[in-house]
T-cell receptor, first 114, second 109 residues
Framework: NAGVTQTPKFQVLKTGQSMTLQCAQD?????MYWYRQDPGMGLRLIYY???????DKGEVPNGYNVSRLNKREFSLRLESAAPSQTSVYFC?????????????FGPGTRLLVL | RKEVEQDPGPFNVPEGATVAFNCTYS??????FFWYRQDCRKEPKLLMS???SGNEDGRFTAQLNRASQYISLLIRDSKLSDSATYLC??????????FGKGTTLSVSS
């Protein structure tokens, strides 16, 4: 099993360009998340999807849109990239059982906006 | 007040040392607690869950004090491979996980 995969791994954009970050999981988890991580700021939630067909805003949704295409895929779109969106983006899924729950992260996408 | 607060460190310790990290959370309704580990330029990975009774996994011991809203992680006999950033994570029912900014540990020989 690949777990959580993200593409691309690295991307350089010019201000105003658009792009979509892709995330896919093969663990059959219902919940999926997009975070950004900046130095000194920790992980901040952008959007999440509790199940296929639903999405909700997190702490820092401005400038982003998401699509939960199906159970496996959750994409993050930057319509008009800004330098403030330079960051590392992590996709994650979440799985809960009686004994606890775990969040599984993808390897990240490093984005530089010039 | 931040929802989850950690001392950012860095904690610089020699191999074999015992080191403890602390974390406080602001929401008394928080229900689940975790420590994640993140290596440089990698994704976070679950290290251990934290239970009210305290729990141990090898050299790692986690404690929760609900009254003080305080979580700790103790690492005994530190190894070079323990060098990483340790993230304190808190969850309230029905919401996403809330991550602290992390505490950086550097173990040297």
């Amino acid at each position: 099993n690949a777990g959580v995969t993200q593409t691309p791994k690295f991307q350089v954009l010019k201000t105003g360009q658009s792009m979509t970050l892709q995330c896919a999981q093969d663990m059959n988890h219902n919940s999926m998340y997009w975070y950004r991580q900046d130095p000194g700021m920790g992980l901040r939630l952008i959007y999440y999807s509790a199940s296929e067909g639903t999405t909700d805003k997190g702490e820092v949704p401005n400038g982003y849109n998401v699509s939960r295409l199906n159970k496996r895929e959750f994409s993050l779109r930057l319509e008009s990239a800004a330098p403030s969106q330079t960051s590392v983006y992590f996709c994650a899924t979440r799985h809960g059982t009686r004994s606890g729950e775990t969040q599984y992260f993808g390897p990240g996408t490093r984005l530089l906006v010039l | 007040r931040k929802e989850v607060e950690q001392d950012p460190g860095p904690f610089n310790v020699p191999e074999g040392a015992t080191v403890a990290f602390n974390c406080t959370y602001s929401n008394s309704a928080s229900q689940s607690f975790f420590w994640y580990r993140q290596d440089c330029r990698k994704e976070p990975k679950l290290l251990m869950s934290v239970y009210s009774s305290g729990n141990e996994d090898g050299r790692f011991t986690a404690q929760l004090n609900r009254a003080s809203q305080y979580i700790s992680l103790l690492i005994r006999d530190s190894k070079l491979s323990d060098s990483a950033t340790y993230l304190c994570v808190v969850n309230q029912a029905g919401t996403a996980l809330i991550f602290g900014k992390g505490t950086t540990l550097s173990v040297s020989s």
